[in-house]
């Protein structure tokens, strides 16, 4: 029986990443988790796939700025460049209906 698990919840110890791209330490929560498939860096939405990840801003400048000083092979220790097509499919969705949802 456990008596304190809430504290595992609590606001204090909220992990944290940093950005792949801007380099800025977020919490996690507020960062999009990547992972290498084969050459593809792909979002991984449900925190779920197995392996190395990154963290990035959902937002297309971090993208490409992670792109412009090859963070994505750092981050993920391959040699070469990466398909990061995926993810950009995914920010510009995003992106999209952001600007298309009124509230
Ligand atoms: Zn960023």
Same mark, same amino acid.
């Not at 919840?9 to 792949?20: I, K, L, M, N, W």
């Not at 801003?57 to 412009?68: Q, V």
């Given at each position: ?5 809430? =504290?595992?919840?609590? #606001? ?8 792949? #791209? ?33 963290? =990035? ?5 971090? =993208? ?40």
């Amino acid at each position: 029986m456990r008596q304190h698990g809430k =504290l595992e919840y609590g #606001g204090h110890a909220a992990p944290q990443r940093t950005c792949v #791209g801007c380099r800025v330490r977020t919490a996690k929560s507020e960062l999009l988790r990547l992972v290498l498939v084969e050459d593809h860096v792909v979002p991984d939405l449900r925190g779920r796939l197995p392996g190395r990840g990154a963290s =990035l801003h959902p937002s297309l400048n971090c =993208l490409e700025l992670a792109e412009r000083r090859r963070a994505f092979s750092r981050a993920f220790r391959v040699a070469g460049s990466l398909d990061v097509s995926r993810v950009r499919a995914h920010l510009e969705e995003d992106h999209e209906m952001s600007c298309r949802t009124p509230s």
